[in-house]
């Protein structure tokens, strides 16, 4: 509960009290001779007028005028009519701004859906992935990341690629004919989002010709007249396909 307090006269302050779900506003005196016969006074509430008139006797203390339920942040308003004492004053404006913005969580989870394929533009020994933030939770993102397996269930892959908001990264270096799994987090202040739903992609596969001693990968390329377009070299288990290593 926050109270907004404002003086008035020699001894009064009205009051708008902040009770978390709405508001109410007060009429107080110190003064216990003070007396007002009739204390007019008006207001603003959701963007509505409020207000009317109540009998303040001697020694009143405090009077509660009235309350609303106030969801959405805005400035609510209270005003006081010319009193006739010296205790609560002439007319008066009292205003406070009512904050109602949710607080800052963890992000959101992101996603790598955002297109098809991704990852995309494959070679046998890398690949471009694409991710995209699904919000900050209100508050700054300070650090994205991917994470990289050759398994779904990412055992074994405890390695984080910082990466920027660009939404795109280019890895290199890869295993040809290998699976790699990608996931993407994001963190602000208050912590870290879940894992995105993961995207596969293998890298294209290579032939291995041995030069007596040892075996030596060679990418298989096919030209279409014009160009020379890099293949996928896929061998049977016996019961699936992927690509060969």
């Not at 404006?93 to 904050?99: E, L, P, V, Y």
């Not at 390695?159 to 890869?174: F, H, K, R």
């Not at 007249?225 to 016996?238: A, K, L, M, N």
Request: contains cysteine.
């Amino acid at each position: 509960m926050v109270n907004f307090d404002k003086p008035v006269g020699t001894a009064g302050t009205m009051r708008i009290e902040d009770y978390g779900t709405g508001v109410a506003f007060w009429i107080l005196c110190s003064d216990g001779a003070t007396n007002v016969g009739s204390y007019v006074w008006s207001g603003v509430v959701n963007g509505s007028p409020v207000g009317g008139s109540v009998n303040l006797p001697a020694g009143f203390g405090s009077r509660n005028l009235g309350a609303w339920p106030v969801s959405t942040s805005q400035t609510v308003s209270f005003h006081q009519n010319a009193t006739g004492t010296s205790g609560l004053g002439g007319a008066a404006d009292h205003s406070a701004f009512i904050n109602r913005t949710p607080a800052a969580t963890a992000p959101p989870k992101p996603t790598m859906d955002v297109g098809s394929p991704n990852p995309d533009q494959i070679t046998p020994t890398s690949m471009r992935v694409r991710y995209l933030d699904q919000g900050d939770g209100g508050s700054t993102i300070t650090s994205r990341a991917l994470q990289v397996a050759q398994t779904p269930d990412f055992s074994g892959s405890t390695a984080m690629i910082p990466v920027d908001q660009s939404g795109i990264y280019q890895a290199i270096g890869l295993t040809p004919g290998y699976p790699f799994y990608w996931r993407y987090r994001v963190q602000n202040a208050i912590g870290v989002s879940p894992w995105s739903d993961p995207v596969l992609a293998w890298t294209t596969g290579t032939v291995q010709v041995s030069d007596g001693t040892t075996f030596v990968r060679y990418a298989v390329d096919v030209s279409d007249g014009t160009t020379w377009v890099r293949q996928i070299v896929d061998v049977s288990d016996g019961t699936n396909w992927r690509a060969s290593s």
